[in-house]
């Protein structure tokens, strides 16, 4: 299994709402990602998970809150969106932190595409 | 100054052309580099890796790196319809304490559309 799924697909939801986006990989990786991409745009790193720990945060508000579970699992919950947070949003994973060689690079799921109204 | 900078297109070429996409960098320390395409409404997919200066080939695709002048490109031979799709070019570095950290730069990416 090569693939990164991201559930759901598509999403719309009220600026009141709280929903969450989920991610799952089966390939032993132990790095997992999320992205933000707008139209047009490349994707921008929100947060990075390393064995099940936060690595990362890029200083994103705190409307999003990500969650790691276990190692195959990343979640992204949702709260009091603002419309200019409709985007497609990537989830993507790697062996390790180390993307420093062609063994590992990252492997990335479709998006979940936000809506929020 | 962008870290990375990619012509975003869009680029439009008949089917059958050679399609030449460039990034160029500022930054010395990155020496990773990555082709991803995106299809629209889909996740980037890694088309190519490359380290070293010099050209790599898979099939179609060339990827090319000249550190010296701190540009990369991805060349398409006989380009095909199916190979219209924004196309990003991605670099990582091995920053102090010799990890990536994770962090990938992206370039703006270039729209492509081969018409038949």
């Known amino acids: 299994d090569t693939e990164v799924t991201q559930t759901p697909k598509h999403l719309v939801m009220g600026m009141t709402n709280k929903k969450s986006l989920k991610c799952e990989q089966h390939m032993g990786h132990r790095a997992m990602y999320w992205y933000k991409q707008k139209a047009k745009k490349p994707p921008e790193l929100m947060f990075v998970?390393?064995?099940?720990?936060?690595?990362i945060n890029e200083s994103v508000p705190s409307r999003f809150s990500p969650e790691c579970p276990n190692s195959s699992l990343l979640n992204l919950h949702l709260h009091a969106l603002q419309p200019e947070d409709s985007a497609l949003y990537l989830c993507?994973?790697?062996?390790?932190?180390?993307?420093?060689?062609?063994?590992?690079?990252?492997?990335f799921g479709a998006g979940s595409r936000l809506t929020v109204l | 100054q962008k870290e990375v900078e990619q012509d975003p297109g869009p680029l439009s070429v008949p089917e059958g052309a050679i399609v030449s996409l460039n990034c160029t960098y500022s930054n010395s320390a990155f020496q990773y580099f990555m082709w991803y395409r995106q299809y629209s409404r889909k996740g980037p997919e890694l088309l190519m890796y490359?380290?070293?200066?010099g050209n790599k080939e898979d099939g179609r695709f060339t990827a090319q790196v000249d550190k010296s002048s701190k540009y990369i490109s991805l060349f398409i031979r006989d380009s095909q319809p199916s190979d219209s799709a924004t196309y990003l070019c991605?670099?990582?570095?091995?920053?102090?304490?010799?990890?990536?950290?994770?962090?990938?730069?992206f370039g703006q990416g270039t729209i492509l559309t081969v018409h038949p």
């Open positions: 991605a670099m990582s570095a091995r920053y102090a304490g010799g990890t990536s950290y994770g962090k990938l730069t």
């Open positions: 998970y390393s064995y099940e720990k936060l690595s």
């Open positions: 490359t380290y070293s200066s």
């Open positions: 993507a994973s790697s062996q390790d932190l180390e993307l420093l060689s062609g063994a590992n690079v990252l492997t």
